[in-house]
């Protein structure tokens, strides 16, 4: 019989030392992971069968089975599913899934003292089947594809490599033959496997029946409850069993932050069991990651790839939608434009929102959590989703300028000053920036709250969102802002002693100056009240792009322009005073013209720009350095 012997690849190498060595004190996962395996085989062969003819031996009930033969020192688990070729063996065991091998490695590297964390890594990117080398020196796959002729056997030690052989394996169906270390014989023990079978996978769908082989008159049992979780009334479920859900359907390890378990009946009806993890998946912001639901039709798995299903900004979502209104036959292309998951996915939205709205409300620490792990996805829902676009903004929670707190949009306009009228914000690359920058002074010395914007996606919903209880959302630099009627203090010398005519008339000749001299580099010059410790800074006009998504759009075209600026300039500032005054007398305008430059440039290195012209601004800078010395 011809063979052919592989080597793994280098990456592949790489996660089977990591699983062998460093999750010992986890191993008995390697049976969750193999039921998981084996039940998702015949899921699929349940769903195959019913639109391919060659699949036809599904005629015997499906059930996986677990032998244990302490005389051999093997445990063999086995199931009549799908099966596997030999170009699937290749693929499925011979190479780690290309777009996951280099995130796991990542990952593991980041949380390699945290054991719960490994096992978890294991579920997260597809590699159970190699936990099957934490127990065993020899692992031995024998499947056969149903609908083809064909049998193989996989051989390898989970080092070097691996062969590939014929087999003489006669129903369809996948068989492991594990021959344990010397260390695992703790495995061979049947009250061992039922405990764990029962700790993880009491909920498996199919019967998982065990057989002790070694012992005399052995009757092959079965050890796990053998109905789907989510069939069972909730009142009958415990929550230990939804946690082992959880940690089956891969979603993470441990407790879920939320459970939402509901049978819903009307004119499309059906089951959903769902959970929302306590932390953030590796691939949360992957382009290609969408919605990850398992669809179920009257319990046979259709699909975990319906985008339809829910909104992908829920995709941090996790479980599984069962239902009967939806024709078993359906193609995975038609069911995109089912009428019947519309209305399923309608529901199951409104659902899930309402539960984090209850959430927010009851229970702050709990929501806070959330928020900070799967926030910024949810924001997409306000750019994608305007339907519920106003629920969403109730859900969203902001930083702002005076304390570490995250405010809902409901606390903000509760908490303004009767003479206030919009919701001011700031957007940046980073909420430190966003916090030094020049613009937030005048709200600072006024007590006015500022949300800070530091995510990609606030740009794009920011400018479709409108209003929030009719409070237009206004950037603090952009457009012109007048906070002199805000929470003012008659007190406050500049309210009492100087009018704003007089104001600007005093600095006339200066601003017709430095718009002279500063050219085409700015748009506009005009005075500002906003600013109290800053000379100037940099406003977008009122019909042009706000600073931080001008930022965003030269990330993606380094040629991208923009549009220029309005300097605002503080005419309390000393250095504007001083500007001012040097003004009277012609022989200084070159100094004026110096100083404009200087604070033109300073404007924009506090939005983090470079100078214009650095070799100018070095030499300006320069001359006022010597100036200041001598």
Not at 273 to 282: D, G, H, M, Q, R
Not at 347 to 358: A, C, D, F, N
Not at 394 to 410: G, K, P, Y
Not at 553 to 579: F, S, T, W
Request: charge should be neutral.
């Amino acid at each position: 019989m011809s063979n052919m012997e592989k080597k793994f690849e280098a990456d592949t190498g790489k996660i089977l030392d990591i699983v062998i060595n460093s999750l010992y004190s986890e191993r008995e996962i390697f049976v969750r992971e193999l039921i998981s395996n084996a039940s998702d085989a015949i899921d699929k062969k349940k769903y195959l069968a019913l639109t391919h003819k060659s699949i036809n031996d599904t005629s015997d009930p499906f059930e996986i089975k677990i032998e244990v033969n302490s005389k051999e020192n093997t445990i063999k688990i086995s199931d009549n599913g799908i099966g596997m070729d030999e170009e699937d063996l290749i693929n499925s065991l011979g190479t780690i899934a290309r777009s996951g091998t280099k995130a796991f490695l990542e990952q593991f590297n980041k949380s390699k003292d945290d054991k719960k964390e490994d096992v978890n890594l294991i579920g997260q990117f597809g590699v159970g089947f190699y936990a099957s080398f934490m127990v065993a020196d020899k692992v031995e796959v024998l499947s056969k594809k149903a609908g083809t002729d064909k049998s193989w056997k996989w051989i390898s030690d989970g080092k070097s490599g691996y062969n590939i052989e014929k087999s003489d394996k006669k129903n369809s169906g996948t068989e492991l033959i594990l021959h344990l270390k010397k260390d695992a014989k703790e495995f061979l023990e049947g009250t061992r496997i039922q405990f764990v079978v029962r700790k993880y996978s009491d909920h498996i769908s199919y019967p998982v029946k065990m057989l002790e082989v070694s012992k005399k008159d052995a009757k092959e049992e079965t050890i796990n409850e053998a109905s789907a979780l989510w069939t069972r009334a909730p009142k009958d479920i415990k929550e230990k069993q939804y946690e082992d859900f959880f940690s089956h359907i891969g979603a993470g390890f441990g407790k879920p932050l939320l459970t939402m378990h509901n049978n819903t009946e009307g004119t499309v009806s059906y089951t959903n069991l769902l959970c929302i993890p306590s932390s953030k998946p590796f691939d949360l912001f992957n382009p290609d990651r969408k919605s990850s639901l398992k669809l179920y039709i009257n319990r046979v798995f259709i699909t975990d790839k319906c985008d339809n299903l829910i909104p992908a900004y829920l995709r941090f979502v996790k479980g599984i939608v069962d239902t009967q209104d939806i024709d078993l036959n359906v193609s995975r292309e038609m069911l995109q434009n089912n009428p019947a998951v519309a209305k399923i996915s309608k529901s199951l939205v409104g659902k899930i929102l309402r539960e984090l709205k209850k959430i927010a409300d009851k229970d702050k620490a709990k929501y806070i959590q959330f928020w900070n792990e799967f926030g910024q996805v949810l924001k997409e829902g306000l750019y994608e989703d305007l339907e519920r676009k106003d629920t969403l903004l109730e859900l969203a929670r902001f930083s702002n300028n005076e304390n570490d707190d995250l405010i809902s949009l409901e606390d903000y306009v509760n908490t303004m000053d009767k003479n206030q009228k919009d919701i001011y914000y700031i957007a940046a690359d980073t909420k430190s920036q966003a916090l030094s920058s020049p613009h937030l002074e005048g709200f600072k010395s006024k007590g006015i709250k500022v949300l800070v914007m530091a995510d990609p996606i606030d740009q794009f919903w920011l400018s479709m969102a409108g209003k929030f209880k009719e409070k237009n959302f206004v950037s603090i630099t952009q457009g012109e802002i007048d906070l002199d009627n805000i929470k003012s203090d008659k007190k406050d010398p500049k309210n009492k002693d100087t009018k704003k005519d007089d104001v600007d008339k005093k600095f006339t000749n200066l601003i017709a100056h430095l718009k002279a001299s500063l050219g085409q580099n700015v748009k506009d010059i005009r005075l500002t009240s906003k600013l109290t410790d800053s000379p100037a800074c940099l406003v977008a006009d009122k019909g042009d792009m706000d600073v931080a998504m001008e930022n965003l759009m030269k990330q993606r075209d380094p040629n991208y322009q923009g549009a220029p600026r309005i300097l605002e300039i503080n005419p309390e500032h000393a250095l504007v005073e001083k500007m001012n005054k040097l003004l009277s007398d012609k022989k200084h305008n070159n100094l004026v013209d110096d100083a404009g430059t200087l604070l033109f440039e300073q404007a924009r290195m506090m939005e983090g720009k470079l100078p214009s012209d650095p070799t100018k601004f070095a030499k300006i800078m320069n001359n006022f350095l010597v100036k200041g010395v001598s």
